[in-house]
């Protein structure tokens, strides 16, 4: 009888973690993908109603600062990307493998950086990037995503490097190898799976940060994340034009998602 109740009790609380996923996390979604094909009239009303329309992507995909902004946000991100695991990938092998005063600063250097809270970097970058002459520019955007992601990856890279049995590393030196021979034939490509899941991951955080993209680009460099915020107009929130830029912004990191799946799944087995 217990053992039923037991059964029982388990089941419901499955069930009410599958509800409470649904309403968090697709229920959003699902709101958003509707309202994207709703005409203006109707996207408050989107649960009542058959006017479906694809006018909103073709108005959206006219709009040139649109377009731009999408090719900017594709760019930084995969410029952010390539940069960015160019550094973490030695900074993490420099963590794993080496011992030493420069390593331990450099080591607590990235812990300091991350117990800054994010949002109070934002007004010294734009004093920075201002003074630097660099606001609004792909250098200005580029430098704070680098920053971000060599302090939060070169630990997770540093956990990637650790879980490699650096035996072959020192079978490779005692075979004449050097240092930088054997990071490159040995631990670098034991650690691709890791390396892969980063650059996803890296490229997914540059696609869709927006407090950078807000602040530190303008006219010049537009993003997509903060493109959407032009939709906030002065007579009212255009939801069924700003709902179809976010699902057309949801695409290129769907793709990437779907691609780099196994990649990102084998590197966090690593």
Known sequence: MIALALDG???????IGIVAIFVLFVGPIM?????????????FYIWRGTNFTLNNFVEVLHQSQVVE???NSFVLSTLATILSLGITVGSGYMLSRFGGWIQRSWFATIYVFRTVPY????????????????????LGLLLPHIAVHVCFFSW?????????????????????CTRWGAFCR?????????????AILCWLSTWNEFLFALILSGKRTPLITSTMAQFVTETGTEWNLMSATA???????????????????????M
Request: hydrophobic share 55%.
């Open 9 to 15: 009790l388990r089941r419901a609380i499955f069930a």
């Open 31 to 43: 709101i958003l993908g509707v309202t994207s094909v709703r005409p203006a009239s109707g996207a």
């Open 69 to 71: 902004a999408m090719w």
């Open 119 to 138: 949002i109070s970097w934002v007004l010294p970058l734009y004093l920075v990037n201002t003074r630097l002459g660099i606001y609004d520019t792909y």
């Open 156 to 176: 997770l890279m540093k956990g990637f490097f650790d879980g490699v049995n650096p035996s072959m590393e020192y079978a490779a030196l005692i075979d004449g």
């Open 186 to 198: 040995v631990a670098l490509p034991a650690a691709m799976p890791g390396i892969a899941a980063l």
């Open 247 to 269: 699902v057309l912004a949801m695409l290129p990191a769907l793709l990437v998602t779907i691609f780099g799946q196994k990649y990102v799944i084998r590197g966090l087995r």
